[in-house]
């Protein structure tokens, strides 16, 4: 969607943490997600935020929302080649009845 | 788990024919949200559905209707197609036991107009 953005490539190395960064420009967003696609294969729901919130940590995954700066990053620790997938940040609001408007994805490529 | 289901799962159609794809909601949902996605770009909203009736509206061409049904499987529609409708188009659904903002997704048809 034109209203967020995400960078297109990010390749790391096994073992390393890897950051996805994002920018929206509707304040009004509620929820902040990241789905993760892997090539051929439908979206896979990995985490979201609430807008009110900072940080949420989930096993691996770490969120972060910078709210004054519209900003949100997915740090995922260790990664593994399994993770190399497109990951897309999105953003809904519930009174669009929380349908998501996506970033172009961010494409992950994890090497040995 | 059960998931959500898409049928059928890869469609070939010429151009100015017309397509219905199907869509069957994880157990309990009630929210049915349809999403295009052609090659290299990301999922556009295009139709969403609660409890069997239109809820909101995004980039849906006239071409195309979509409706739920009475035991929440939804179907869209598309007629006339062209050659640039060739994409991913999923399905995802919300509601039942987990909350109302997290959508899960089906894998998908890909749907190829020659």
């Known amino acids: 969607g034109e209203d967020v953005e995400q960078s297109l490539f990010l390749s790391v190395r096994e073992g390393d943490s890897s950051v996805i960064n994002c920018t929206y420009t509707?304040?009004?967003?509620?929820?902040l997600y990241w789905y993760k696609q892997e090539p051929g294969a439908g979206l896979q729901l990995l985490t979201y935020i609430f807008s009110n919130m900072d940080m949420k940590q989930d096993q691996r995954l770490t969120v972060l929302l910078n709210k004054k700066d519209k900003h949100l990053s997915l740090r995922i620790a260790d990664t593994q080649t399994g993770d190399s997938a497109i990951y897309f940040c999105?953003?809904?609001?519930?009174?669009?009845?929380?349908?998501?408007?996506f970033g172009k994805g961010t494409s992950l490529l994890v090497t040995p | 788990a059960a998931g959500v289901i898409q049928s059928p799962r890869h469609l070939i159609k010429e151009k100015r024919e017309t397509a219905t794809l199907k869509c069957y909601p994880i157990?309990?949902?009630?929210?049915v949200y349809w999403y295009q996605q052609g090659p290299g770009q990301d999922p556009q909203f295009l139709i969403s559905f609660y409890e069997k009736m239109q809820s909101d509206k995004g980039s849906i061409p006239d071409r195309f209707s979509a409706q739920q049904f009475s035991d929440y499987h939804s179907e869209l529609n598309m007629s006339s197609l062209e050659l640039g409708d060739s994409a991913l188009y999923f399905c995802a659904s919300s509601g039942g036991d987990s909350r109302a903002n997290e959508q899960f997704f089906g894998p998908g048809t890909r749907l190829t107009v020659l």
């Open positions: 999105a953003e809904a609001k519930p009174n669009s009845g929380y349908a998501l408007n």
């Open positions: 509707d304040s009004s967003s509620t929820y």
């Open positions: 157990p309990r949902h009630d929210t």
